[in-house]
């Protein structure tokens, strides 16, 4: 049971991940990119978001002067 070879796959597999986060914690770079796109993400949801609480405003408006065009914000 000493030698179990499902053991020494999980060992090496941890020791792997752990290899891959001290690389990942090292490079600002990566880093940097990685808030960078976050932030694009993040803006496109808003900005998502936004739209369509204007179609659910529009479409709950009864407004004949509405003629199906999203307000503007």
């Given amino acids: 049971m000493a030698n179990n070879p499902r053991n020494n796959a999980n060992k090496k597999l941890k020791h792997h991940q752990n290899q891959d986060s001290d690389d990942f914690d ?3 770079e990566a880093w940097a990119t990685l808030d960078k796109n976050f932030k694009q993400v993040q803006s496109v ?13 529009n479409h709950q408006s009864k407004n004949p002067n509405n003629n199906g065009h999203h307000k503007e914000g």
């Fill in 26 to 28: 090292s490079n600002p």
């Fill in 45 to 57: 949801l808003d900005r998502h978001r936004m739209l369509i609480q204007q179609v659910n405003d």
